[in-house]
């Protein structure tokens, strides 16, 4: 089993929660409205009139067999890569109860 955090423009939100359904994959953690200042060309954005500041963040655990694929296709979602959109990270898990 692998954790995956994902870190998206809310935008994204009914695109990942479809690929999740298509993938099977059932059982998930939803933060809406994240304050962030994560942005690709170094510029802080806590929130102006071009940007929100706001992001979603996904935490789900996955099968480490589907964990290739499903980043392969959080890829393909993310389609602005100038702007901050989409970040995946993939984590071991080394004990659950």
């Given at each position: 089993m692998k954790a995956i955090l994902i870190l998206f423009n809310q935008a994204y939100y009914n695109d990942i929660i479809d690929l999740m359904d298509q993938m099977l994959l059932r059982g998930f953690t939803y933060w809406k409205n994240v304050i962030t200042n994560i942005n690709h060309i170094g510029k802080f954005n806590y929130g102006d009139s071009v940007g929100s500041g706001r992001i979603g963040v996904i935490y789900t655990v996955v099968e480490k067999r589907k964990v290739d694929r499903?980043?392969?296709?959080?890829?393909?979602?993310?389609?602005?890569?100038?702007?901050?959109?989409?970040?995946?990270?993939v984590l071991d898990i080394e004990k659950m109860i």
């Open positions: 499903f980043v392969d296709r959080l890829c393909q979602i993310d389609n602005r890569p100038e702007q901050f959109s989409l970040q995946t990270y």
